[in-house]
């Protein structure tokens, strides 16, 4: 489930299914949002078939195939270069995900691989306006309440997701670095506030200037205004789609677009043709997060035969330079 590319429906009106969780004294409307779905069949298909032929690879190089999600991040940087970055003030954008299922069509580590792209494009920007920025490894043992019982789809318990965020926020002061942007790639509801949760820890027990980079409508998603020291909020680019009947909030039309534009090889765009479209209204939402499985057996929530790959890359692009402008703005505020 794509949190950060909320252009149609998923907003304001799934917020309202769940309310009255605190935060710290806020309150915070909530929606949870996962990801769902089915991967397997009973019996193999083709398309499974064809999939785990592509992972027999005894006879193909070991530096071959795959996307990095450490591709220009500190893990493939040595310790001098890190420790020299901290002392000249690097900023830290910290991507979040999870590991889950994305319909028959993409793999697991959809989220992933978006939580790193955006902090990859975000980076890139924020180091073209001469603002030092190390993208920290990609965190992907969150939470998935609702699509866990699919094959694929690992969850955590909530302490342990804030113990693992606690250690590696540390682990950054303790090396000199100070400020912490969190860009966050999964809307699970109880991901989202552990995240919440944790950046407000690390502020008030490690001093440091932790943030989550989010966009208005998150802001609206979550209860809050917008000006909490711990929020650095973003504009983002007009929808290029209007808002329509059904939701496409889980490997639809936007996550399977940015996908092809992006990481081509996780995604089956033959088979996301075939695909019908779920019809799932706001009404319906509620029965998903409780039975994903019966509400969307495929495990997509949305149109992935609908998706759009250059639309896709160029919402994304823009919308990381809005997410560079409000981390730029928050750096020279201070
Ligand atoms: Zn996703």
């Keep these: 489930m794509n949190s950060r590319f909320p252009k149609k429906q998923l907003p304001v009106v799934l917020s309202r299914l769940r309310s009255g969780s605190s935060l710290f004294g806020l ?7 996962a990801c769902t779905a089915l ?11 064809e999939r785990q032929e592509s992972l027999d690879t005894a006879d193909m190089p070991v530096a071959s195939g795959g996307y990095s999600i450490f591709h220009e991040t500190m893990v493939d940087m040595n310790w001098p270069d890190v420790e020299k970055a901290a002392e000249q003030g690097a900023i830290i954008l910290l991507p979040t995900a999870v590991i889950e299922e994305h319909g028959p069509h993409m793999s697991c ?13 975000t980076r890139r920007e924020l180091e073209s306006r001469g603002i030092k920025t190390l993208i920290a490894p990609p965190f992907y043992w969150g939470i998935n309440g609702t699509t866990h019982v699919f094959p694929g789809t690992f969850t955590v318990r909530k302490e342990t997701m804030k113990a693992l965020l606690h250690d590696i926020l540390s682990s950054l002061k303790s090396w000199g670095f100070n400020d912490v942007f969190n860009l966050n790639f999964h809307g699970d509801g109880q991901h989202c506030i552990t995240i919440l949760e944790s950046i407000v820890d690390a502020r008030e027990t490690l001093g440091l200037n932790a943030y989550c980079v989010l966009s208005e ?16 909020s973003h504009m983002s680019p007009p929808s290029y789609e209007q808002p329509q009947e059904f939701l496409d909030i889980h490997a639809g039309a936007d996550e399977t677009g ?11 765009t033959d088979l996301a043709r075939t695909l019908e479209p779920t019809r799932i209204t706001y009404q319906q939402i509620a029965q998903w997060l409780t039975d994903a499985r ?8 949305g149109d992935p035969a609908g998706f759009d790959a250059e639309a896709a890359r160029e919402y994304l692009e823009a919308d990381c330079k809005m997410i560079a402008d409000s981390i730029e703005k928050q750096m020279m505020g201070k």
Excluded: H, W
């Design 258 to 268: 940015i996908v092809a534009a992006f990481f081509p090889d996780q995604v089956d």
């Design 109 to 121: 580590g959809i989220d992933t691989y978006g939580a790193y792209l955006v902090c990859k494009l």
């Design 27 to 33: 309150k915070f409307l909530f929606l949870v949002v």
């Design 294 to 301: 019966s509400v969307t057996p495929q495990g997509y929530l």
């Design 217 to 232: 409508m998150e802001i609206m998603r979550y209860g809050l205004s917008g000006n909490e020291p711990f929020i650095v």
């Design 39 to 49: 991967i397997l069949m009973m019996s193999p298909s083709l398309e499974s078939v």
